[in-house]
C-alpha cells in the first residue's frame, strides 16, 4: 500500500459544485501539504500544515480551503468549483527532523480533476 | 529561495551517462540543492541532494561546483524508465518560522532513447 494515498484519483465535476480531495499518509509526519500542476508547469504550492492546529496558506491558495482532521489525514476543499481549477493535485508529507527540516517531500500518486 | 535555471530538455542514449545541468549563480551559503524527478504525471519522487560536497546514492550522484553555482545530477547508467521531468531546487532547511514546501519549476524534461 502506498505511503501517502490520495482519493478520488479522477474526478469530473460541474462549475459550482463543491469538491473534496482527501490525503491520508501512514509516514507518520507531522507536516502534509498540497500542490497543484497545470500542464507543462511545475507544481505550485496551495496549502500546508505543521500539525492538526496549525495551518499555512501557500502561494496559491484563492479558492481553495483545507482540513487537517488528524495527524494522517489532510483535505483539500474547492467550495465553489470553476474550470480554471481543473488541474493534477497532489498531496505530499514531510518528517520534521529535530531542528532541521531536510526537504524531503514524499508525494501521493496525484488526483485529477475536470471542472466543465 | 534561490532561483535556478535548467534547458527545458535533454536526450540521453539509453546506458549512457546522464548529466543534467542546473544554474544557482543566487544560492546562499545555507541552502541546500535537491532534486526531484516526476515521471509522467505521478507523483515527484526525490532523487538526492546536498550542501557543498558531492553526494552519491543508490540512485544518482550530484556534483556540486566549488563556488555553489551550478551542480549537475548524473544518472551514471540511464534505462528508458528514466525518462521524466527532473526539477532542480534550492532551498534552505526549513528551522522555523517562514513559509515551507519546496517550490518546483519547469525542471528539464530528460528523454532516454534506445
Known amino acids: 500500500d502506498a505511503d501517502v494515498t490520495q482519493t478520488p484519483r479522477n474526478r469530473i465535476t460541474k462549475t459550482g459544485k463543491r469538491i473534496m480531495l482527501e490525503c491520508s499518509q501512514t509516514?507518520?509526519?507531522?507536516?502534509m501539504y498540497w500542490y497543484r500542476q497545470d500542464p507543462g508547469l511545475g507544481l505550485r504550492l496551495i496549502y500546508y500544515s505543521f500539525d492538526v492546529k496549525d495551518i499555512n496558506k501557500g502561494e496559491i491558495s484563492d479558492g481553495y480551503s483545507v482540513s487537517r482532521q488528524a495527524q494522517a489525514k489532510f483535505s483539500l476543499s474547492l467550495e465553489s468549483a470553476i474550470p480554471n481549477q481543473t488541474a493534477l493535485y497532489f498531496c505530499?508529507?514531510?518528517?520534521?527532523?529535530?531542528?532541521?527540516?531536510?526537504?524531503?517531500?514524499?508525494f501521493g500518486e496525484g488526483s485529477r480533476l475536470t471542472v466543465l | 529561495d534561490a532561483k535556478t535555471t535548467q534547458p527545458t530538455s535533454m536526450d540521453c542514449a539509453e546506458g549512457r551517462a546522464a548529466n543534467l545541468p542546473c544554474n544557482h549563480s543566487t544560492i546562499s551559503g545555507n541552502e541546500y540543492v535537491y532534486w526531484y524527478r516526476q515521471i509522467h504525471s505521478q507523483g515527484p519522487q526525490y532523487i538526492i541532494h546536498g550542501l557543498k560536497n558531492n553526494e552519491t546514492n543508490e540512485m544518482a550522484s550530484l556534483i556540486i561546483t566549488e563556488d555553489r553555482k551550478s551542480s549537475t545530477l548524473i544518472l551514471p547508467h540511464a534505462t528508458l524508465r528514466d525518462t521524466a521531468v527532473y526539477y532542480c531546487i534550492v532551498r534552505a532547511p526549513y528551522s522555523g518560522g517562514g513559509a515551507d514546501g519546496l517550490t518546483f519549476g519547469k525542471g528539464t524534461h530528460l528523454i532516454i532513447q534506445p
Open positions: 509516514k507518520g509526519h507531522d507536516r
Open positions: 505530499a508529507t514531510s518528517d520534521f527532523a529535530g531542528e532541521v527540516n531536510t526537504g524531503e517531500l514524499f
